[in-house]
């Protein structure tokens, strides 16, 4: 589904409505120097890609991988056109999952076509920004480039924001002694964030061609405000990958406490069993059958039997206290 | 075994049935650029080899290296030809194992010959899909180079996915608790990709370089072709790596879980013991054989002894399932 | 709040009051090389850095990112500033947590203006000693930053020292018998250790940058001061990944000694167990009602009875005493 | 002791008999290109190697370190000679050891001189193949080097493989619940891949020198030889780091199966105790003296309360079998 | 403390006494290539040091580094001089601990000065050994640095090589039944060992500049010597290294062990308990009171049941010795 398609020129954007993809490649073929179109697709249709590909000529090999999503994060630089692929971010945060989508770019001279997979980062915000520069918007195609990356990667803070809040959670979890060990919620966050850094790293290099100018078709004025995406993408994973190290630290922790407590447990246990076998004893004494046992004849034998027994397991319950058993 | 021999000119197979080797060397001799033969084999058998040797003028260390299989994947340029070594996969659904197969191949100017050993990416498709492609075919022998790197590497794909689901059933076995302890299938998943991982990466270099342009005599236009399947294969090694990674940390979470599996049969059996431990006290309690215990002479002694017994019991069920330990 | 404002020529400063944002910025316009103003502001309030930036004409970007901290330490060069971020770091003894706050550095050639969010390295004592340093000054801008990183990083040590002292109490209590497992203040260190290793780590790029004179503005004459921070960085760094190691293998210990621990309790609870099921048992002999029971009959039965228990216990316990179970 | 010493020209040895080292280093001296000597020493006696030093005029430092073994793998370059030290390795099967032994080659443009200390790669045979090839011969004292690293890196193969069985065998006893945890043969072994890692590993970069062609002195026509031998041991070297990473999880996944285990033997003895426990309470309760039990005077009290006794030992017995504990 | 502080010249030691450090500055000054003063310090008193820098003129960054201890190993290229720090190392057998102590070395083109902190690597055998050496004492100033160099770095080796027997005694303790886990030592080890590697690793970098003559100043004849050193610290580096890898294994293996342990305690104390809790019952059986019991009425009745305990108990004993639980 097209979303959206403009003519930006002079800094400005030219017509309110969509344009059609012809109208479009019509106007990216006689456009000039720092003037382009952008194109937005969200969940493509089957057929909308090789429109588009005939209409603005884009390499084959790009359109096959942006025909089906789960492609790696990366940007490529074929000498008429980068095609750029990003992965988006969204966390859900009912069930501690973070949902992937993906974004495609194809960007040439004068056009930028943009195709997003799945949920996150939807673009419209990130155009509405960019029309609000008309001083980046002259430098023509890249800079929708870099709203697009920019808008992209700003989404994945919240997104290690969101899990840095359940790791705190979860490290009050395993060290609660009263909630029992967390250790499918660690796992799963491990999951997370491995798959996260998966989506991140990749990134860093090629935006840090971006930020270093090797890229000689990307104007110099941007070479700022790449490095602000590259900067951030760096923190993002420098963050994600504290909380791999962190995470691995917990499942230990978590191991040993669960040792821990077993020997809490156990400890309370013996206690009482402890506390049981002393009468139990007492009572099997008292139960022989020797001729001469004078205790038995008493006329309180039987009720001191008892107070022994009660004296027995008080004195055991406060030795088991003393030294922490129970 | 020789599968297949043909001579490709001008974009397009010469003829149907297959060469004899002496008829593609000859070929090879006096074909002009973009222009070659290409030899398949099938588990050679003694002689086939060193005819072939003989008849292209193969270097004699990559011929031993093609004589026995096991060899490291790679990429080896001498001087007159290219010999390369990829190591082929398949996933064997049922006992949850990746076997390995190995291509080699000669790679001259106007010539290629692969040689397949064990099961996996076989290369008649991979030769269809070139034919298909008669603008690849008149790049020359580099075409059939990428025609086989691409089969194989997508072939990876699928058992990175595989393994990618057996890896999500142990993790499921895992925290299930009904379920034991699934040690073993996850040390032998670890076996897999690491075995996987190792088959991969020494790929990625030499791949780097084809698609960096680093070797002269392969034609440009197939850069972006060569970038392809190095991006691909990048895609696996870093699935790959992350499933390592998982499976470490699997690992660790199984021993934790086997912990607290271990706790809550450790309360379980306390419990009970417990529960037999105190009516057993009583009884003892009533089996002593004081001259003045009145209880014993009560009408309803016994039955209301039974009655304790019975109510401890109760009592003490309650209690431990409160406390969850039963 | 802007907390000193110095206009420094010629090695000196020149007024002792603080000059208003306006004045500085007349000096730093019309100053010459080797002339410049320092500008420290602590908490910057609304409206101040969006002043400062129309007055010295800061890059929107680095203005953006001063404005909210949590920044990723970093050296950036706009072509006609500098943006410098440094994470300080104060070490908070009573609850064993680095407090982390941030400086955003604004360097041109003849300016520096220093942003200070939070606690630590406060930079009144980094102006006096770089004030008591004519030959520095007089190399203008660039000897502010100097004195800054240097402030900044010579503040870690102390961190990083407090760091190691409690990783050494940790040991202690770790292999104290008396004292509970410190897991979680074991994985409270290592998670302080991790976010100090990421404030540090950024910097050290940027800083061998400054050592090795890829920034052609800086003057050559402090190199070495820069090298000498970089220097000071590094060793902190380093202490720090070796104190991450070790708290990994202290964690590991720690897991093996509650094993440990646990295995002494089990053998203690047993020998208790031992020592009070054989008596128990004897009396339970006694307790049968055989017709043909010689030593009930005995006159000293029951005491003999009591004294075989009593040996027996006395054995059981010099037995386990002996196999160090007790 | 002198092993063997040879002049070889034109590609062939030229004489059968050994040379003494005046000979030898007479002939050196007078040696055009592509002539050169080979002395093969075993074990040197006291004052074998400064004689030859002095004939050769070696270099003191690689005489210094060829004197006393135990030297680290490497290739230096002495502009007049080439010091090399190679670990060779040989598997004694029995004892799961990988012995280590040295050899040390001294090279100059017409002389090479080869120090074997302890067991493994004898170097007969490598020169018997070395001279059974006349094209390499005559490119001169290379060609000897290059045989010696190939038999020594050749040598490497059948260890790695041997270690491989063992891996395999332990992986069998660890998930093999009849056989003790192997835990000091998994440690052992993973001693023998760090040693044998440690052998291999600092010889890839100069071996990769030598593959590139960054020595000059090294006839071109070596490289492919040269590339071989450092393709052969890259092999071996990712085969033993894969072999430390499955040590490692192996180690993780005999942690596991050793809780499982006695999870397994608590159960086990759980339900026995159980079993006991419930007849025993049973023998208690007619163990009471009660005046009034109607079943302590039914003629078959007795043998129903054995029956009631076997009937639960039988019905605990079925139920533990059930939730298997037994 | 000045210990010794000498003038050389055409590679010879020109006064016997030491000279003041006034008239070595004097003849520093005056010195032609290849002379120089060397002026060794211990334990710097008060003044010593301010003495020196006014005296050489030593760059005031360097000195302050060298006021304190606890350096960063390094080697510092201010233009005039080189100011180079080394962690001399000394283990103390009876405690099992790594002393650090500290070189400091300036370094001009006529002069050295050397200060030693706490104990290790006495340096008077360094200037003995280069006086030995006319030849490299020739070479000037460089001659010196790499004497002290070459004798810090070879007294690593004897403390590398007591780890190491450290570790070995400490594998023996683990995999040793009879003696506790010695956890508490497998740290401490552990702990050297990291420290070690912070000693020697910040080295290697420097000193692989040496060894390929990054440093102009630095005669190429020395250049072999300090290849020499570094490969010595390589050495010495890697060993540590998989010392440290060895000591996460024992780390773990020991936690095997542990468990494996205590499984064997749990089954010894189960069976135990086992063996009593059956004559036990079997007591209890004969103490119910049912009116029909004629075992009781039997004359070897006792004799028998106490019969049947014993067969009871030495046939669990047999029992528990094969399935090798006691």
């Known amino acids: ?3 959206d398609s403009a003519h930006y020129k002079d800094g400005a954007r030219q017509h309110d409505e969509a344009l059609t993809p012809e109208e479009a490649a ?3 073929k006689t456009a000039e120097s720092g003037e382009f179109v952008w194109i937005g697709i969200h969940e493509p249709e089957a057929g909308d890609l090789d429109r588009l590909a005939k209409l ?11 025909q089906n999503a789960h492609q790696r994060p990366k940007i490529e630089d074929y000498d008429e056109a980068f095609f750029i692929v990003l992965r988006t971010s969204h966390y859900h945060e009912d069930r501690e999952v973070v949902h992937f989508g993906e974004i495609h770019i194809f960007a040439g001279a004068n056009y930028v076509i943009t195709v997003r997979h799945g949920p996150g980062s939807e673009l419209a915000s990130a155009r509405q920004r960019l029309e609000a520069r008309p001083d980046l918007l002259e430098l023509g195609a890249a800079s929708a480039v870099w709203a697009v990356l920019d808008k992209v990667v700003d989404d994945y803070i919240p997104v290690a924001n969101a899990m840095e809040d359940d790791i705190e959670e979860v490290e009050t979890d395993v060290f609660d002694d009263d909630v029992p060990a967390p250790t499918a919620r660690i796992y799963n966050l491990k999951r997370e964030v491995v798959e996260f850094h998966r989506a991140i790293w990749p990134l860093l290099r090629p935006l840090e061609d971006l930020e270093q100018g090797r890229y000689e078709r990307v104007p110099g004025e941007l070479r700022s405000y790449f490095r602000d995406v590259a900067d951030h993408a760096r923190r993002v994973d420098e963050q994600v990958m504290s909380q791999r190290e962190l995470l691995n630290s917990v499942l230990q922790a978590n191991l040993a406490l669960v040792s821990v407590n077993q020997n809490v447990v156990v400890k309370k246990i013996s206690a009482v069993a402890g506390i049981i076998a002393v009468p139990t004893f007492i009572a099997s004494v008292y139960g022989m059958n020797f001729d001469n046992m004078p205790e038995l004849h008493w006329h309180l034998g039987y009720a001191l039997a008892l107070g022994l027994m009660a004296v027995c397991v008080l004195a055991l319950v406060a030795f088991f206290r003393r ?3 129970l």
Chains 1, 2, 3, 4, 5 share one sequence.
């Open 323 to 325: 030294i922490d058993w």
């Open 56 to 66: 603005f000529d884009l390499h084959e090999l790009a359109v096959e991988d942006a």
């Open 26 to 28: 019509e106007r990216a």
């Open 1 to 3: 589904m097209i979303v």
